[in-house]
């Protein structure tokens, strides 16, 4: 089983931050980072520069950002959850967005989960640690289609 965790996120501080919290954290799963919503789609749907990835390896969970150049978390968030190969993957929607439309359309689109990024440190390591154990560790994930 492949452990892999897929980041989208286009802040490159944000991204840091969370690699960062992985590894302050021993969460030793292979990170994917995508930076755009077009490059999250291209390495979920293997095109683009992804063309020659194995399809059936799938991340365990996606991190996702709302606010993205190129295609927006949420129109990431609605082209996966149409296409059945990846209908079924995790998605923990982490925004600073505090606009309660944003959390509402996420989870008509099929978000798992939505987590507003915590601006202080030490709360986003603790929210990266207990984001780990749960869907890494205690979540038991839908089976491959």
Not at 95 to 110: A, F, K, P, R, V
Request: some cysteine; hydrophobic content about 40%; glycine content about 4%.
């Amino acid at each position: 089983m492949h452990n892999i965790i897929l980041l989208v996120e286009d802040n490159p501080n944000d991204e840091l931050l969370t690699l960062r919290a992985f590894k302050k954290n021993n969460i030793m799963n292979e990170i994917v980072v995508a930076r755009d919503g077009q490059e999250a789609l291209d390495y979920l749907f293997c095109e683009g520069d992804f063309s020659g990835r194995d399809k059936n390896i799938c991340p365990q969970v996606i991190l996702l950002d709302i606010n993205l150049p190129k295609l927006d978390g949420l129109e990431v968030l609605r082209q996966l959850r149409a296409y059945e190969h990846t209908s079924l993957i995790p998605v923990v929607v982490m925004t600073t967005s505090d606009e309660q439309q944003d959390l509402i359309t996420s989870y008509q689109l099929g978000a798992n989960s939505y987590i507003r990024k915590p601006i202080e440190f030490d709360n986003f390591m603790d929210a990266v640690r207990q984001l780990g154990m749960y869907w890494l560790v205690l979540n038991e994930p839908p089976p491959a289609i």
